[in-house]
């Protein structure tokens, strides 16, 4: 969460004329928000509740 948040507030700062960003902060939050995700349905899971299919179509 803390990663999404710095990455957002590098990605909204206005740039600088002439200066080259060598990291790609708006891809970084996005990566970093689904990283999020992917932690708040683990976290949920890990709780006793149930998320997603259980069989997932196979059998």
Known sequence: MA???????????????GKVRLIPWTTLSLIFAVLSLFMLVHVV????FTTGSQNMGFR
Do not use: D, E
């Open 3 to 17: 990663g999404f948040a710095f990455a957002s507030w590098r990605a909204s700062r206005p740039a600088v004329f």
């Open 45 to 48: 899971n890990l709780l006793g």
